[in-house]
């Protein structure tokens, strides 16, 4: 019997980007910047970067998770800003307030290291009258995404654009009104995570995001 692949599901998250890319398009004329959320985010932003010939960075953002499911987020952290907490999820979560602000400390040096690790230290490019494609794997809660969407907005970019292969219909619902434009190829009612999109979802890895950023930058100085 013939072993057909469901047509819905992403090969992987280089694929995801390639896909993602030809509804992105239309903005290469505006010269964007595409900008990443690592590590997941960084294959498919790769991808879009590429097709749009346009500059790739990170934004290193970090989802504090409740202590007992570290998957659940309560809140985000985005460099250098403060941390984003629901404190309503968290206390009916019985998250006690010692415990919130050790996830903060421990996510604050988390953000601290991958910005060394993947950036050595160094801001991103300007982004001041900009345009900007942010970029991720999927949405599912969006508490990185609004952290990120937030800290962009914070640095006067001319627009920003959001987007995802796969997400929360729910979560698209509450983004849409915090961005200039929302650009997603799936957004299914059975959504329950953003993995079951994908045949390969697998973690990606420091030295895959440093092997990406490098082409990329390769790509953008062979460019100039």
């Given at each position: 019997?013939?072993?057909?692949?469901?047509?819905?599901?992403?090969?992987?998250?280089?694929?995801?980007?390639?896909?993602?890319?030809?509804?992105l398009?239309?903005?290469?004329?505006?010269?964007?910047?595409?900008?990443?959320?690592?590590?997941?985010?960084?294959?498919?932003?790769y991808?879009?970067?590429?097709?749009?010939?346009?500059?790739?960075?990170?934004?290193?953002?970090?989802?504090?998770?409740?202590?007992?499911?570290?998957?659940?987020?309560?809140?985000?952290?985005a460099?250098?800003?403060?941390?984003?907490?629901?404190?309503e999820?968290?206390?009916?979560?019985?998250?006690?307030?010692?415990?919130?602000?050790?996830?903060?400390?421990?996510?604050?040096?988390?953000?601290k290291?991958?910005?060394q690790?993947?950036?050595?230290?160094?801001?991103m490019?300007?982004?001041?009258?900009?345009?900007?494609?942010l970029?991720?794997?999927?949405?599912?809660?969006?508490?990185?995404?609004k952290?990120?969407?937030?800290?962009?907005?914070?640095?006067?970019?001319?627009?920003i654009?959001?987007?995802?292969?796969?997400?929360?219909?729910?979560?698209?619902?509450?983004?849409k009104?915090?961005?200039?434009?929302?650009?997603?190829?799936?957004?299914?009612t059975?959504?329950?995570?953003?993995?079951?999109?994908y045949?390969?979802?697998?973690q990606?890895?420091?030295?895959?995001?440093?092997?990406?950023?490098d082409?990329?930058?390769?790509?953008?100085?062979?460019?100039?």
């Amino acid at each position: 019997m013939k072993n057909e692949r469901n047509p819905l599901l992403f090969l992987d998250r280089h694929d995801a980007g390639a896909k993602l890319a030809e509804s992105l398009l239309i903005f290469r004329t505006k010269k964007p910047i595409v900008v990443a959320l690592p590590r997941g985010g960084v294959p498919v932003g790769y991808e879009v970067a590429w097709r749009l010939k346009a500059p790739l960075d990170l934004l290193i953002v970090r989802k504090i998770g409740a202590p007992e499911n570290p998957e659940f987020g309560i809140g985000a952290l985005a460099e250098n800003s403060a941390a984003s907490i629901n404190y309503e999820t968290a206390a009916a979560l019985g998250i006690s307030p010692p415990e919130i602000e050790e996830a903060i400390v421990h996510a604050s040096q988390s953000v601290k290291n991958q910005i060394q690790k993947f950036r050595g230290g160094k801001p991103m490019r300007p982004l001041l009258g900009r345009s900007v494609i942010l970029v991720d794997d999927g949405l599912a809660t969006g508490v990185t995404a609004k952290a990120a969407i937030h800290w962009l907005q914070k640095q006067k970019t001319k627009e920003i654009i959001f987007a995802v292969p796969v997400a929360s219909p729910g979560t698209l619902e509450i983004l849409k009104t915090q961005v200039s434009q929302l650009i997603y190829l799936l957004a299914p009612t059975s959504f329950s995570a953003v993995g079951l999109w994908y045949e390969d979802f697998s973690q990606v890895t420091d030295q895959e995001v440093l092997e990406l950023l490098d082409a990329a930058n390769q790509r953008v100085n062979l460019a100039a």
